[in-house]
T-cell receptor, first 113, second 111 residues
Framework: DTAVSQTPKYLVTQMGNDKSIKCEQN?????MYWYKQDSKKFLKIMFS???????INETVPNRFSPKSPDKAHLNLHINSLELGDSAVYFC????????????FGPGTRLTVT | DAKTTQPPSMDCAEGRAANLPCNHS???????VYWYRQIHSQGPQYIIH???NNETNEMASLIITEDRKSSTLILPHATLRDTAVYYC????????????FGGGTRVLVKP
């Protein structure tokens, strides 16, 4: 069974479009995260949610809006996509906000043309 | 969180122990050292963490110096599947704190 899954795995879209990436974890964790890995391979956290409550909100354009319908899901919606949004987006989860043993999903490669 | 310094790359031979160093000279007394790795085209994978004592699990061993200014991750018998980028991260366990991934060490295990 996949612990942290993301859909889609690949996403190619044009500038200006709106897209969503979905994440689900079946580990029973209460904390979920979104990370962005750019073309230079630097991995940076974007958001984290604990029990559906926003805990970390890094300096991310407000075109990015996370949404956590329940503890097992954390989706990422991106409005008005720009070329610079092209990256690999990783979802992760952990049990507790002080638990830094995080389980990562396989990533979603977003390409904006 | 302490700034960590790792060599950009290193090679090791398959079947031999791989010793990955990390310097964290400004680490705080309550700051943990976490190690993750990222195999090509996959998400990062947690390996091990520690505060003061040496730690061992099924994947690796973590040796932390007594002054806590540096640590070494040991992969006891490296395999080709251990080829990855390894990240050493310092973090204080507090609400709102986060893992900050640096450049890591690119480890190439050679046959």
């Amino acid at each position: 069974d996949t612990a942290v899954s993301q859909t889609p795995k690949y996403l190619v879209t044009q500038m200006g479009n709106d897209k969503s990436i979905k994440c689900e974890q079946n580990l029973g964790h209460d904390t979920m995260y979104w990370y962005k890995q750019d073309s230079k391979k630097f991995l940076k956290i974007m958001f984290s949610y604990n029990n559906k409550e926003l805990i970390i909100n890094e300096t991310v354009p407000n075109r990015f809006s996370p949404k956590s319908p329940d503890k097992a899901h954390l989706n990422l919606h991106i409005n008005s996509l720009e070329l610079g949004d092209s990256a690999v987006y990783f979802c992760a989860s952990s049990q507790g906000i002080l638990n830094y043993e995080q389980y990562f999903g396989p990533g979603t490669r977003l390409t904006v043309t | 969180d302490a700034k960590t310094t790792q060599p950009p790359s290193m090679d090791c031979a398959e079947g031999r122990a791989a010793n990955l160093p990390c310097n964290h000279s400004t680490i705080s007394g309550n700051e943990y050292v976490y190690w993750y790795r990222q195999i090509h085209s996959q998400g990062p994978q947690y390996i091990i963490h520690g505060l003061k004592n040496n730690e061992t699990n099924e994947m690796a061993s973590l040796i932390i110096t007594e002054d806590r200014k540096s640590s070494t991750l040991i992969l006891p018998h490296a395999t080709l599947r251990d080829t990855a980028v390894y990240y050493c991260i310092g973090v204080i366990k507090a609400a709102g704190n986060k893992l900050t991934f640096g450049g890591g060490t690119r480890v190439l295990v050679k046959p």
